[in-house]
C-alpha cells in the first residue's frame, strides 16, 4: 500500500470547447484524490489554450488509485459550466515515481472536448 506525497503539476489545456457567445472562457480545474480537492486558477480569458503551470500535493496513505480533474468555465452572472474531465489512473505513477508531462484526453458525455497537460510525481513516505 502506498504512501507518501502526490505531486500533481497542472501545466496547460489545448482545444477546450468554447461555448461562450460573446467572450472567451475563464477555464479552471478541480483536482480530487479521494476526499482531497484542490483548484486551480482562474485563466481568465485563456479561451481554448489556458495554461496554469501550477502544483498541487496529495497524501497518500492507502491504495486509492485514481485522480479526477474536472475543468469548468468561470462565469460571472450564471452558474460554471462544466467543460469535461480526465481520470488518470495512478498505478503506474506509484509503480515507476514519475510520469513527466502527459497529455490527457478531456472528456464529456463520452465525447472528446479537448486535451489536458499534466506531469505526476509520487514521493513515497520513508519508514
Avoid: C
Amino acid at each position: 500500500m502506498p504512501r507518501g506525497t502526490l505531486e500533481v503539476i497542472l501545466i496547460s489545456a489545448e482545444n477546450l470547447h468554447d461555448r461562450d457567445f460573446f467572450a472567451k472562457i475563464d477555464p479552471y480545474v478541480i483536482l480530487t484524490y479521494r476526499a482531497q480537492e484542490h483548484t486551480s486558477t482562474v485563466a481568465q480569458g485563456a479561451g481554448s489554450d489556458p495554461t496554469w503551470n501550477e502544483s498541487f500535493l496529495f497524501t497518500v496513505s492507502d491504495a486509492a488509485s485514481e485522480l479526477n480533474l474536472r475543468l469548468w468555465d468561470k462565469d460571472t452572472w450564471t452558474r460554471d459550466d462544466f467543460l469535461g474531465e480526465v481520470k488518470i489512473d495512478l498505478e503506474p505513477v506509484f509503480d515507476v515515481g514519475a510520469i513527466p508531462e502527459t497529455v490527457y484526453n478531456i472528456v464529456k458525455d463520452h465525447k472528446h472536448r479537448g486535451e489536458l497537460k499534466v506531469a505526476i510525481t509520487f514521493n513515497p513516505e520513508i519508514s
